[in-house]
């Protein structure tokens, strides 16, 4: 993925077309990002204009815009070059859910039920006798887990998205493990008796690894990288009366300071210190 904001060079044919808009662009899905809708139709216009040199089309069926945190706002489409797209209140670039609120708990859902479908993809196998309940749990991490925590790097963990999350991970354990016969009848294992078989890490302790792998990448990317330039960035504004969402950097800093690490952005910027902690912290956190 790139960000566009001086330049642009479309292949083939190998033309600079000079640029001073806000695009984020990979391979065939372009989004474009502005304050003003002015802003928006004279970038798209410019989008246009580039495309059609080279001989590319805009869809328009599959064009929409979105307005963030603006709710209220009952206009359900707007005209752009004459024509007109529809307004949406979410919508889904490389497989992460964007919404007009910025709500993560969407994206999660979203999630959630890919990894179900995942689950039901493999239930032949997950309910076989045959199969052994270690390829089983194989499965759950290597495929189902991973489709759910894909990009989770970059979530913002709030107590009710943890509670969500350990729910739905419970659920696919009580099916794989199943039922336990006690005193002539059948009952739902408890949730110590799958932490006890289980032994591994659960889903959100995976997730706030994931996020610390992800810290210390970031730290150490070039001041250029337009990843680096959002992680350092200011926000522009006032946040809303009320009490202010949780932001990645303030869950994911306050993860290190129960894990008892110091100085964290001096250590992050060293790849083999950094890989150390993340290995000490990984054993802490192991399961039982």
Request: charged residues 30%; hydrophobic residues 35%.
């Amino acid at each position: 993925m790139e960000k566009i904001t001086r330049s642009v060079r479309i292949k083939p044919g190998g033309t600079v077309f000079n640029s001073t808009r806000q695009w984020l662009v990979y391979a065939d899905d372009v989004v474009i990002l502005g304050r003003t809708e002015g802003y928006i139709k004279r970038t798209l216009e410019e989008m246009a204009a580039i495309t059609q040199q080279i001989g590319l089309q805009m869809n328009d069926t599959k064009t929409k815009y979105m307005i963030n945190r603006q709710d209220g706002n009952k206009v359900k489409e707007t005209e752009l070059m004459g024509k007109r797209y529809e307004k949406v209140e979410s919508f889904k670039y490389l497989g992460a859910v964007m919404t007009s609120l910025n709500e993560i708990e969407t994206e999660i859902k979203s999630k959630i039920a890919v990894g179900n479908k995942c689950y039901y993809a493999l239930g032949p196998i997950i309910k076989g006798r045959s199969v052994p309940q270690s390829i089983k749990i194989r499965l759950y991490k290597m495929i189902i887990r991973l489709a759910v925590t894909y990009g989770a790097e970059t979530w913002t963990l709030t107590s009710k998205i943890e509670i969500m999350l350990m729910i739905w991970e419970r659920k696919i354990l009580t099916k794989i493990y199943g039922p336990t016969k006690e005193n002539g009848q059948w009952r739902m294992k408890t949730n110590e008796e799958l932490r006890t078989k289980y032994k591994s890490q659960d889903i959100v302790t995976i997730i706030k690894i994931q996020g610390l792998e992800w810290l210390g990448r970031v730290s150490r990317m070039n001041e250029t990288r337009p990843v680096k330039k959002i992680f350092e960035g200011k926000l522009a504004g006032r946040r809303g009366r009320g009490r202010p969402r949780l932001r990645w950097m303030n869950d994911v800093e306050d993860d290190l300071r129960k894990l008892g690490v110091k100085r964290w952005r001096k250590k992050a910027l060293n790849r083999e210190e950094w890989a150390s902690i993340l290995k000490e912290i990984k054993a802490k956190l192991k399961g039982p």
